[in-house]
């Protein structure tokens, strides 16, 4: 899953799934559409396959990307996981200084 994360730290890499989620593209139409160098963007599809985040099929010499969109909803899940996990830790912490306050004012009176 870290990778995940790894592949998503990157805004172009972002800006290629954001693509993807409209339809398949091949390499070229991806270049046309983002400032970035052919081999730049080489180096980010090969990080978003390796994190499986993306597929690629060839056709002679066109390569077509898609979006796994089954990864990303795994991604997306284990990221609301992450935040539940730290609210309920916060809300934990929230409650006991609440708790100690109400009661240290009590003894105080």
Same mark, same amino acid.
């Given at each position: ?6 592949? !998503? ?10 693509? !993807? ?18 081999? $730049? #963007?080489?180096?980010? *599809?090969?990080? #978003?396959?390796?994190?499986? !985040? ?12 898609? #979006?796994?969109? $089954? ?7 284990? *990221?609301?996981?992450?935040?539940? @996990? ?14 100690? !306050?109400?009661? $240290?004012? $009590? @003894?105080?009176?």
């Amino acid at each position: 899953m870290g990778d995940i994360f790894e592949a !998503l730290a990157n805004p172009a890499r972002r800006q290629i799934l954001v693509l !993807l989620r409209r339809s398949d593209l091949t390499a070229g139409e991806i270049a046309e559409r983002l400032p970035l160098a052919k081999s $730049s #963007l080489s180096q980010h *599809f090969n990080i #978003l396959k390796a994190s499986d !985040l993306i597929r690629s099929t060839r056709s002679g010499t066109t390569i077509t990307y898609s #979006l796994n969109t $089954s990864v990303v909803e795994e991604g997306l899940m284990e *990221f609301m996981r992450l935040f539940n @996990r730290s609210d309920k830790k916060r809300e934990g912490k929230s409650w006991k200084a609440i708790s100690g !306050l109400a009661g $240290s004012s $009590s @003894r105080s009176r």
